[in-house]
């Protein structure tokens, strides 16, 4: 077995005594890979090892691995800042987008998702932790982008994303990621048909699916660090 390959069955494992741990169906939470700056190579190994979904923070190095992967019907995710002259190229090669913050950026991708292929599945980014240096919509304001957002056609919100402020305290990342849960279940009241909360990465896989994550963003653990 490769190195990829014994990672991911790692993390995989992770995600299965975490769901026990919180009483939760392991299907229940999907595993998205990021391959950001990692080579084709990599990826190649972890879709062979069985991984399917991959998310990516750069447009350009992104649109580049598409290219010379497209022999595998792999699901690719964007999942870092959007700026508007970015949309397009997103809009067209992208299944999912998890950091839409601003309304201009959702309905730009709205007009320019193709017709001809699904809508494009979205989340809300919130910014959990108040933090100047990350992207994301104040929770306090989440709502009512949401609903913005999910009026708008050849999109379909899903939920929420956050990338909390960094803590090895597993109580005050659960407490952060809770935010994100409330969210959730505040926009079910409200009417809103949403499912899921993108939160949880290499170092808090565990508190964020003792929160509710339904998927968990994993990079470092998987490919190993970046440079």
Request: hydrophobic content about 45%; charged content about 25%.
């Amino acid at each position: 077995m490769g190195a990829i390959a014994s990672a991911l069955q790692d993390v995989r494992r992770r995600i299965v005594t975490a769901c026990a741990e919180a009483g939760r169906d392991p299907a229940e939470v999907r595993l998205l890979a990021v391959s950001k700056t990692f080579p084709t190579a990599a990826v190649r190994e972890a879709w062979a090892a069985g991984q399917r979904a991959f998310g990516e923070n750069y447009v350009r190095e992104a649109l580049a691995k598409q290219a010379e992967l497209a022999d595998l019907p792999i699901e690719w995710h964007y999942i870092g800042p959007l700026q508007s002259n970015k949309t397009r190229p997103v809009a067209e090669h992208f299944a999912w987008v998890h950091g839409v913050d601003r309304l201009r950026i959702a309905e730009r991708l709205s007009a320019q998702r193709p017709a001809a292929l699904p809508d494009l599945q979205v989340c809300v980014q919130v910014n959990v932790g108040d933090e100047t240096s990350k992207q994301g919509v104040a929770p306090a304001e989440a709502l009512v982008l949401a609903s913005a957002v999910a009026a708008l056609p050849r999109l379909r919100l899903r939920g929420f994303m956050t990338i909390p402020r960094p803590s090895p305290d597993p109580a005050a990342q659960r407490a952060q990621f809770r935010v994100l849960r409330e969210l959730l279940r505040s926009a079910r009241a409200a009417g809103l048909d949403l499912d899921t909360l993108s939160m949880g990465m290499s170092q808090d896989v565990e508190a964020a699916i003792r929160e509710g994550a339904t998927i968990v963003r994993v990079g470092t653990a998987i490919f190993g660090r970046r440079d």
